[in-house]
Nanobody
Framework: VQLQASGGGLVQAGGSLRLSCSSSRAMFSRSALGWFRQTPGKEREFVATIGRNADNIVYTDSVKGRFTISRDNAKKTVHLQMNTLKPEDTAVYYC????????????????????WGQGTQVTVSS
C-alpha cells in the first residue's frame, strides 16, 4: 500500500477533523498531492491539491476558508485540516499522489493522479 489515509470519523456540524495520509513512495517529495471525496452514486470530487514545494495550493470553492491542505516531506505525509464542517462534507475522502516537475500546474482532476489511498469516511451530523 503506497498511500494510507486516516483521521476520518463522526463529527457534529461546526466541528473539525484532521485527515492524514502517509506515503511509502520514495518519490514523495517530488509528488503533487491531492484530496478528493466521493458520496454514493456520485463521481469522485476534487477537494484540494498541493504542489511538491507546498505551492500550487488549490481548493474547490465549497471548502475555501474552511479546509487547509499541508504536507510534511520529511514524514511523507499530507494533511487536510477540516474546520467548520457541514453535513454536505459527508463523504469518503481519498488522498492521491502523482509525480510532478517543479513547474507543474495544480492538478485538480482525479484522472491526473496515479496513486490512491484506500479512503476514510467522514460523517458530519446536523
Amino acid at each position: 500500500v503506497q498511500l494510507q489515509a486516516s483521521g476520518g470519523g463522526l463529527v457534529q456540524a461546526g466541528g473539525s477533523l484532521r485527515l492524514s495520509c502517509s506515503s511509502s513512495r520514495a518519490m514523495f517529495s517530488r509528488s503533487a498531492l491531492g484530496w478528493f471525496r466521493q458520496t454514493p452514486g456520485k463521481e469522485r470530487e476534487f477537494v484540494a491539491t498541493i504542489g511538491r514545494n507546498a505551492d500550487n495550493i488549490v481548493y474547490t470553492d465549497s471548502v475555501k476558508g474552511r479546509f487547509t491542505i499541508s504536507r510534511d516531506n520529511a514524514k511523507k505525509t499530507v494533511h487536510l485540516q477540516m474546520n467548520t464542517l457541514k453535513p454536505e462534507d459527508t463523504a469518503v475522502y481519498y488522498c492521491a499522489s502523482r509525480d510532478a516537475i517543479i513547474t507543474a500546474p495544480a492538478y485538480v482532476r482525479a484522472s491526473d493522479y496515479a496513486y490512491w489511498g484506500q479512503g476514510t469516511q467522514v460523517t458530519v451530523s446536523s
